[in-house]
């Protein structure tokens, strides 16, 4: 079974910085793609950063710039540095990973969500 485990302290004021991470726990053969999703109270899900296996990184127009990717590949964990908050960067941040999972002699597809980390303005 594969997990994905946030974490990160979720206080911060407007014009801050904040790491979240995402370990990506269980016996796994790859991570294909990790996204990171936002989402504000009332709204749908965000995309705003994804990290594809080879090192390319995409990022949503409203956090190029200030958000950072990058990962430790010996722990399968990924990381999102967030820089200059705004209100609007704040919400439920989530983790979700895709990538395939050994069991035994075959491989078999994951994908799989993290428990969500809060992002709160502490002004």
């Known amino acids: 079974q594969v997990q994905l485990v946030e974490s990160g302290v979720g206080l911060v004021q407007p014009g801050g910085s904040l790491r979240l991470s995402c370990a990506v726990t269980?016996?796994?053969?790859?991570?294909?793609?990790m996204d990171w999703y936002r989402q504000a109270p009332g709204n749908e899900p965000e995309l705003v950063a994804s990290f594809v296996s080879g090192g390319r990184t995409n990022y949503a127009d409203s956090v190029k710039g200030r958000f950072t990717l990058s990962t430790d590949n010996g722990n399968h964990t990924v990381y999102l540095q967030m820089n200059s908050l705004n209100p609007e960067d704040m919400g439920v941040y989530y983790c979700?990973?895709?990538?395939?999972?050994?069991?035994?002699?075959?491989?078999?597809?994951?994908?799989?969500w993290g428990q969500g980390t809060q992002v709160t303005d502490s002004s």
């Open positions: 979700n990973a895709r990538g395939a999972r050994l069991v035994g002699a075959i491989l078999y597809p994951y994908n799989s």
């Open positions: 269980g016996i796994i053969f790859s991570i294909i793609i």
